[in-house]
């Protein structure tokens, strides 16, 4: 594995995250089975052996069994805590009945949520508390006062946000004293509108690009570290096409599957070193539960794509050479 250096709030944190979203037995109300810990273990172990050390969850995953069956492998194997960095995040609130999906980053929500996540993690401490989604409702004093005091308990060590704006992270920045240290958002080779925004600047097609300008930047000044979510891009590249496949995609995947053997790796590692190529050096958040995808996964720290390379993955996945 290259060492890459990942931002200095915790300097030992492999580049490639796991994104524990589908572990715990699926989005319904089934308790968690032994077979659900027994995946939820040997998934971690892999992780682990394969130099993959932070582990990224959120209160709502599988309605809160995600982190439950976490939990539950941490209480049996309490060695394996102080080999990880956890992060989870708050903010999405599911009713008991799931009925009205709302965001709410109210002191009352925040505290109980953090209070929970810690519960079902059977842990003291979430080394990151990312606050998942921004809330239009949300009373910044009032948050940021209920924020403090859960960190001066030590109920998490450092603060961080997904899914924002540069100016919505330096709102908040603006009344916590806490350092911001991440942000986590959408990027793949499918979802490359991070890149989009970048050239296509006071230009029509830059319209369409749904990612806020001068986040990257913003966060780089600021020291921030950007994680991406959904980085595989659900496998669409590597083996997992979805319905109606596009010209563009058909092109791409090809192109993924000869880079994986020119570059002597596999199609998952290239679809990951591609946003690992970026050079504001983004951490992926891998979401397979796949014991040979998450090996695969691994390999990508190691595999340097040329420039070229890396502009050609891009053309065919917009589908038309850069303007
Ligand atoms: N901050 C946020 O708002 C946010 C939102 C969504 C996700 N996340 C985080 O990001 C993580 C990853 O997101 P994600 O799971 O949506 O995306 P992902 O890592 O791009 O994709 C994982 C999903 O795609 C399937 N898949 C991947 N490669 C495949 C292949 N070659 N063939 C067949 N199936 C393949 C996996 O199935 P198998 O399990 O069968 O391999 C799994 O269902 C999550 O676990 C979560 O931690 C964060």
């Known amino acids: 594995m290259i060492e890459l250096p990942i931002h200095d709030y915790y300097p030992q944190a492999s580049q490639l995250i796991y994104g524990c979203m589908n572990l715990g037995g699926g989005w319904n109300s089934d308790a968690v ?59 999405i609130k599911l009713t008991p009945t799931h009925e009205v999906k709302q965001y709410d980053l109210s002191p009352e929500w925040v505290t109980t949520a953090v209070n929970n ?30 924020l403090t005091k859960l960190h001066k308990q030590g109920k998490f060590t450092h603060l961080a946000v997904s899914n924002m704006h540069a100016a919505q992270i330096a709102w908040l920045q603006s009344a916590i004293s806490i350092p911001i240290v991440a942000n986590q958002l959408q990027m793949s080779l499918e979802h490359a509108d991070f890149v989009e925004e970048t050239i296509t600047t006071n230009m029509k097609e830059g319209c369409n690009s749904g990612f806020p300008r001068g986040t990257l930047e913003f966060c780089e000044q600021q ?67 796949n014991i040979k995808r998450i090996k695969e996964c691994a390999q990508a720290p190691k595999l340097q794509l040329s420039r070229d390379d890396w502009y050609l993955l891009f053309e065919k996945a917009r589908g038309n050479e850069v303007p």
């Open 33 to 91: 089975t032994d077979g659900d810990i027994r995946q939820a273990q040997e998934i971690i172990e892999t992780c682990l052996e394969h130099k993959i050390n932070v582990f990224d969850l959120a209160d709502i995953y599988t309605f809160g069994k995600a982190e439950e069956v976490f939990g539950k492998v941490l209480k049996a194997n309490p060695s394996l805590r102080k080999n990880m960095m956890l992060q989870t995040k708050i903010g």
């Open 117 to 146: 996540c810690l519960k079902r993690l059977q842990s003291d401490n979430i080394d990151v508390l990312f606050l998942h989604r921004p809330d239009p409702l949300m009373d910044l004093d009032d948050t940021a006062e209920a």
């Open 223 to 289: 020291n921030m570290q950007i994680q991406a979510w959904s980085s595989l891009a659900l496998g669409k590249y590597s083996g997992n096409p979805g319905e109606n496949p596009t010209e563009a995609d058909v092109a791409t995947t090809k192109l993924v599957s000869q880079l994986a053997n020119r570059y002597s790796s596999n199609a998952n590692a290239v679809v990951l070193a591609w946003l690992m190529k970026h050079p504001i050096n983004i951490q992926p958040v891998v979401g397979t539960t």
